[in-house]
């Protein structure tokens, strides 16, 4: 399939498009070509093996966009190892690079951390990818592993074989025996940092952080309870200051946000019954170009 999609973009002219600014991709045509209308843009954003000569922004939202000007996560530093080389998923927006680096020092600070195993980001152009998330699509998001590294030294068939540890008990309505106060402490670097919108991590562990904190608890508000997400915390960055173009989500709401997720442990616990009334839900349509902001076809066509 992406062999059938190289050749798609060599036939429309892709690769022959030269280097555009950031000021001519927001001017350039939203017309889709009409080669690539009906073609999933998974497929066409997961052929990428780069990121497109242009200057860095992130365009759309986190769930439907692209991101221009991508850089790629050095495979390993000093304090991080990117897992899961073989996805070709540790590009991103720029500051979310400068996010890692400066998270992973401060995990490498807690006791048993030797820094961070970084999942998935965005691929080279972001995009719908072909497998997984429904977001990471703009650089700015961030998967970052629960399993604390005990050394970065990892080579590249171990960072496919080695699997992160699942914090979760009870279906995520409680944490169980593998998590630390240094996950804690992590999380809440992770949170305080204010290019952070907010942090996607299971129910349990939501709660256990609100019972455990007797300090300053303002950045609760970022840790937002979520399904899954026991394996690793889902980081989302805000929107670039000045970045036309980028859809930030809404704020979350006012307060800690402990009772909420209180009430979503109540929900695993005791399950409400299921409406009889309910429509049956209906397979997600993927998405094709048409669905992406214009500027995306520039990414695209960017070499």
């Not at 060599?10 to 350039?28: H, K, N, P, R, Y």
């Not at 902001?293 to 990414?299: E, H, L, N, S, W």
């Amino acid at each position: 399939m992406v062999k059938r999609v190289l050749i798609l973009l060599s036939v429309l002219g892709l690769a022959a498009c030269q280097t555009q600014t950031a000021e001519q991709a927001t001017v350039s045509t939203k017309q889709v070509p009409a080669a690539m209308k009906g073609v999933e843009a998974r497929q066409l954003f997961g052929a990428q093996e780069n990121g497109s000569r242009q200057d860095p922004r992130p365009l759309g939202s986190y769930s439907k966009g692209c991101v221009a000007g991508a850089v790629q996560l050095p495979e390993t530093g000093p304090t991080w190892q990117a897992m899961r080389l073989s996805r070709n998923r540790n590009w991103g927006y720029p500051e979310t690079v400068d996010y890692i680096r400066d998270l992973s020092v401060k995990a490498a600070a807690q006791p048993g951390w030797e820094g961070l195993y970084i999942g998935d980001i965005s691929q080279p152009r972001g995009g719908p990818m072909l497998s997984g998330h429904r977001s990471h699509q703009v650089g700015l998001d961030i998967d970052i592993w629960m399993l604390p590294p005990q050394r970065l030294n990892l080579s590249v068939a171990e960072r496919e074989s080695i699997s992160s540890i699942s914090m979760r008990r009870a279906k995520g309505a409680y944490v169980n025996d593998s998590w630390t106060r240094q996950h804690h402490e992590i999380l809440k670097a992770a949170a305080s940092d204010p290019r952070v919108a907010r942090i996607f991590v299971f129910p349990g562990a939501k709660v256990q952080m609100c019972n455990d904190e007797k300090g300053d608890r303002s950045w609760l508000r970022k840790i937002r309870p979520w399904w899954g997400h026991h394996y690793h915390f889902h980081v989302r960055l805000n929107c670039p200051k000045g970045a036309k173009g980028c859809t930030n989500q809404a704020a979350p709401p006012a307060g800690d946000g402990c009772a909420d997720a209180e009430q979503w442990v109540q929900n695993i616990l005791n399950p409400p019954p299921p409406d009889p009334n309910a429509p049956a839900p209906k397979p997600r349509r993927q998405l094709e170009m048409a669905d992406l902001p214009g500027q995306c076809i520039d990414v695209l066509q960017s070499q």
